[in-house]
Nanobody, 119 residues
């Protein structure tokens, strides 16, 4: 069974940076596309970034140029480097493994990690 544990969230000032981590287990990590999602209060969960097994990345327009997704297959961990954050980035951030063709999340959702951008 796939297990995903997110960490690294916290309170950050506008314009600051934060690095999120997601440790995965129970799967052959290296062959799957991994994704970061976020859910802001009162809003639906949205896809933020993806990285394929080959390292190809894609981003939502709202974070393009500011966030960077990366993966370490040896550590079965996916990261999200968040730069130039704004209050609009405040949300609970989740990772998941996704089906590359359907973009459907395949694993159970973890507890997420809260990111709050505020001065």
């Amino acid at each position: 069974q796939v297990q995903l544990v997110e960490s690294g969230g916290g309170l950050v000032q506008p314009g600051g940076s934060l690095r999120l981590s997601c440790a995965a287990s129970g799967m052959i990590f290296s062959i799957y596309t991994m994704a970061w999602y976020r859910q802001a209060p009162g809003k639906q969960r949205e896809l933020v970034a993806t990285t394929t097994s080959g390292g190809t990345t894609n981003y939502a327009d709202s974070v393009k140029g500011r966030f960077t997704i990366s993966r370490d297959n040896a550590k079965t961990t996916v990261y999200l480097q968040m730069n130039s954050v704004s209050p609009e980035d405040t949300a609970v951030y989740y990772c998941n493994v996704i089906d590359r063709s359907t973009m459907i999340a395949l694993g159970s959702w973890g507890q997420g990690t809260q990111v709050t951008v505020s001065s």
